[in-house]
Every structure is written in structure tokens, then in C-alpha cells.
């Protein structure tokens, strides 16, 4: 989607390295989510924010973090990368409550 | 923990065939309901949402949601191969400062041969 991009697309790393993901908009919007996916799983809730500096955690944030210095960007750190970390990454935006706009996605491995 | 129910998949049905998606939540105060079409290899896509209870029709997509029964559904009729996707559905149970945040079912994969 033009509004919202995630970079990198592709991304293999080590275990036990950092790894950070960013997600930026365009949208001025002011919630900004991170998701993953896995089979047989869905789409779960990793970190969201309501507003810059303002972050909250979801169901399975334990060995992320995030940041929000700026409104457009929205970044999603795994501290020590582990291969449980291996999945599909989504940034999605929001204007309000309502439906999600969501990037491109990135899919990580961890070896 | 909110539950988001899908029927398990995978769907298949014929080309021109009405395809019924079915899900289930568990918060009695949800508020907005949304169902997303996610192709292979690609990110989720909104194509309905629907927040009173009843029909909303868009096209060949129907959107039905009954609160009391805590249910919502979506029709696609004259269904094209080109439906084949999984399917997800999501409901928001905003407040305060959860306010915007979607908790969504594992989805239904659909298969739609010509």
C-alpha cells in the first residue's frame, strides 16, 4: 500500500543477533500496530501504538520492543533473535476504530 | 482474552456458487466488526465492515452481523476463482486505550474451482 511501506521485505539473521524492523506511513495516522503470522496462528498482536512516545504491549510481546520517536515511523526490535522468531512481520495503521491499512509485510528468518 | 471464532476451512466451491463465511467473538461489547481477504504470499486487505446489526451489501459481498448472537458472517455470491483466498475476520473492542485494536480469527481458507 502507497501510505504504509515496511523495509526489509527479506531479512535472514543469526540467532542471538538484534534485529530491527521499521515501518513508516504517510498517513499522519495516529495508531500504528505490529503484527505477526504464523500457520495455524493468525494474526497476533506484538506491540501497538497510540501516539508518538506512546506504546502499549499485545498478546505475545515478550522478546520485542518498539519505538515511536516520530509519527510516521514505528519501529519493532528483536532483542536477541531466537528461531521462534521466524515468522511473517505486518506493520498496520489506523485512523481511528476502524479497519486497519497494513504494509507489505516482512518476512524473517532466524538460523 | 477475546476469541475470534472462524469456521475451519478450507471452503471449496464451485465457480458462480454462493461461498458463507462464519465467525464467532467472545466480547458481548464489541463494537465493529471487518473482514479481510488475504491472498498467497500476500498482506490482509479490507473489504467489508460492518458495525449495526443486519445485512451491508457491497457488490457480490454481504456482510451479515447479529450482536445478540455475537455472530457475523459474509456472503460472496457468483463466487470467481479469483475469491480464492483465506479469509479473515476481525472485531474491535475498543476502549480507552485499546481503543483501534483488532483481534482477529485464524481465517478460512477458500477455494473457488471453475
Known amino acids: ?111 | 482474552q477475546k476469541e475470534v471464532e472462524q469456521n475451519s476451512g478450507p471452503l471449496s466451491v464451485p465457480e458462480g456458487a454462493i461461498a458463507s463465511l462464519n465467525c464467532t467473538y467472545s466480547d458481548r461489547v464489541s463494537q465493529s466488526f471487518f473482514w479481510y481477504r488475504q491472498y498467497s504470499g500476500k498482506s490482509p486487505e479490507l473489504i467489508m465492515s460492518i458495525y449495526s446489526n443486519g445485512d451491508k451489501e457491497d457488490g457480490r459481498f454481504t456482510a451479515q452481523l447479529n450482536k445478540a448472537s455475537q455472530y457475523v458472517s459474509l456472503l460472496i455470491r457468483d463466487s470467481q476463482p479469483s475469491d480464492s483466498a483465506t479469509y479473515l475476520c476481525a472485531v474491535n473492542s475498543g476502549s480507552g486505550s485499546t481503543l483501534g485494536r483488532l483481534y482477529f480469527g485464524r481465517g478460512t481458507q477458500l477455494t473457488v474451482w471453475p
Open chain 1, 1 to 111: 500500500d502507497a501510505g504504509i511501506t515496511q523495509s526489509p521485505r527479506h531479512k535472514v539473521t543469526e540467532t542471538g543477533t538484534p534485529v530491527t524492523l521499521r515501518c513508516h506511513q504517510t498517513e499522519n495516522h495516529r495508531y500504528m500496530y505490529w503484527y505477526r503470522q504464523d500457520p495455524g496462528h493468525g494474526l497476533r498482536l506484538i506491540h501497538y501504538s497510540y501516539g508518538v512516545k506512546d506504546t502499549d504491549k499485545g498478546e505475545v510481546s515478550d522478546g520485542y520492543s518498539v519505538s515511536r520517536s516520530k509519527t510516521e515511523d514505528f519501529l519493532l526490535t528483536l532483542e536477541s533473535a531466537t528461531s521462534s522468531q521466524t515468522s511473517v512481520y505486518f506493520c498496520a495503521i489506523s485512523s481511528s476504530a476502524a479497519g486497519y491499512t497494513f504494509g507489505s509485510g516482512t518476512r524473517l528468518t532466524v538460523v
